[in-house]
């Protein structure tokens, strides 16, 4: 089995690594500026998607613009955020080098979309897959490639610990060799619930004392998250942004969410901002917390309710996820002011960061790999995979760090 990695190789984003030239596991972008996509577009039998977030579905739709259209196998909540994304992508991007698809490729996903669930083994391009729950988000799954020979386990992005929104990931698979994530490699997250009380004690605080918060979060599963932690703590919050449609699609499939009540109680307890005549501005002189996209103030409703809100100090903005360099989100937490909207604004209002990440820490990933201490592990979806395969070696491991491009025989 030869394994070559076309993106994600020493570094976070447009993942992609294509086996035996014939099964390609995951085609994702890198919302740079502009937007970076794998370093080359293959023609696979088949494709494998670990799960539905735009660094690893984003170029999707481009592997459907011939006349060769592989089927695309992957979970049904995957599916359908797959095409939530590429619309989106279109939205922003469409007509432009920016965009490396149609609306054309993308309603041809539907026809060559096939879906399957947890540890359902299935044919493709002569290979046997199965899906195994991740705990990232829904529908996000460890892919386990078997030739007869060989057996690869994909891990795609993970967590070990339970969210509110799905239950960690305890699936451990034999595999002759594993292909692990290690975006938090050097990271120890906080305990779930401290870091959810201090939220919670925060907020509460701010909406007594007469302010608004601001929640930017990513619309699949940060959204989902906090608008469950909002109806656990009875806080009123307004929901805005694609996580709507998100949260709608994913009561479509309560069997890949920990409490699918939970989750429609959560949504009843929110109101859902509709965006006409004005009423995101009437929000903003409301005492509740709004959750909208995007996380890292790169578009979406946020341009409207940063400015808002941005110059009483007893408001707050509460990221609630990494932000990447160069964002305006990043910008804002190391500055005090960011760009929306092609304007610099200074912001007085509060602004605090908290890490509700669903991936596993080091902690967790080292947790995950002690069930494959004696198999190959090589280390992907990071921006500091050597460093962290030469820790793995001291600790016993064989361990590498493929770079972008590179071909590995198995």
């Known amino acids: 089995m030869d394994i070559r990695f076309l993106g994600g190789a020493r570094e976070v984003g447009r993942s992609a690594i294509l086996v035996d030239d014939s099964l390609l596991l995951d085609f994702g972008m890198l919302t740079a500026t502009p937007p970076q996509f794998p370093i080359e577009t293959p023609s696979p039998d088949a494709v494998v998607v670990s799960h539905g977030h735009l660094d690893h579905v984003g170029t999707l739709p481009a592997l459907l613009s011939g006349r060769d259209r592989p089927a695309i196998h992957w979970t049904p909540p995957t599916a359908e955020l797959a095409g939530t994304l590429a619309r989106d992508t279109l939205k922003l991007h469409g007509g432009t080098l920016q965009c490396p698809f149609t609306e054309t490729d993308v309603g041809r996903m539907t026809q060559v979309s096939e879906t399957h669930g947890y540890c359902e083994p299935f044919e493709t391009a002569g290979y046997e897959i199965t899906f195994y729950s991740a705990g990232h988000i829904p529908g996000s799954a460890h892919v386990l490639v078997d030739d007869g020979d060989t057996r690869l386990l994909y891990t795609g992005d993970f967590h070990t610990d339970d969210q509110r929104l799905v239950s960690g990931t305890t699936a451990r698979p034999d595999a002759d060799v594993v292909l692990c994530e290690s975006t938090y490699s050097d990271v120890d997250h906080d305990e779930r619930d401290i870091l959810e009380e201090r939220f919670v004690e925060s907020v509460e605080t701010t909406l007594w004392q007469g302010g608004t918060v601001v929640v930017p979060a990513f619309a699949i599963g940060r959204t989902q998250e906090m608008l469950l932690i909002c109806a656990a703590h009875d806080i009123p919050c307004y929901v805005d942004g694609m996580g709507k449609e998100?949260?709608?699609?994913?009561?479509?499939?309560?069997?890949?969410?920990?409490?699918?009540?939970?989750?429609?109680?959560?949504?009843?307890?929110?109101?859902?901002?509709?965006?006409?005549?004005?009423?995101?501005?009437?929000?903003?002189?409301?005492?509740?917390?709004?959750?909208?996209?995007?996380?890292?103030?790169?578009?979406?409703?946020?341009?409207?309710?940063?400015?808002?809100?941005?110059?009483?100090?007893?408001?707050?903005?509460?990221?609630?996820?990494?932000?990447?360099?160069?964002?305006?989100?990043?910008?804002?937490?190391?500055?005090?002011?960011?760009?929306?909207?092609?304007?610099?604004?200074?912001v007085s209002a509060q602004v605090e960061q908290y890490d509700f990440s669903a991936h596993a820490d080091q902690g967790g990933l080292r947790e995950f790999l002690q069930s494959y201490r004696d198999v190959p592990v090589l280390i992907n979806h990071g921006d500091r995979c050597e460093v962290f395969a030469a820790e793995l070696q001291d600790e016993g491991i064989e361990a590498s760090a493929p770079t972008l491009g590179e071909t590995i025989e198995l």
């Open 246 to 346: 998100v949260t709608r699609m994913l009561l479509r499939h309560p069997e890949f969410v920990r409490d699918a009540e939970a989750l429609r109680r959560a949504k009843s307890h929110a109101r859902f901002v509709t965006g006409r005549d004005g009423q995101r501005t009437r929000i903003t002189d409301q005492k509740a917390v709004i959750i909208t996209t995007s996380g890292m103030l790169s578009g979406g409703p946020a341009m409207t309710y940063i400015p808002e809100i941005r110059s009483n100090p007893t408001n707050k903005i509460t990221m609630t996820g990494y932000q990447v360099e160069g964002t305006p989100g990043r910008e804002l937490i190391e500055t005090g002011s960011a760009e929306l909207d092609g304007r610099i604004m200074p």
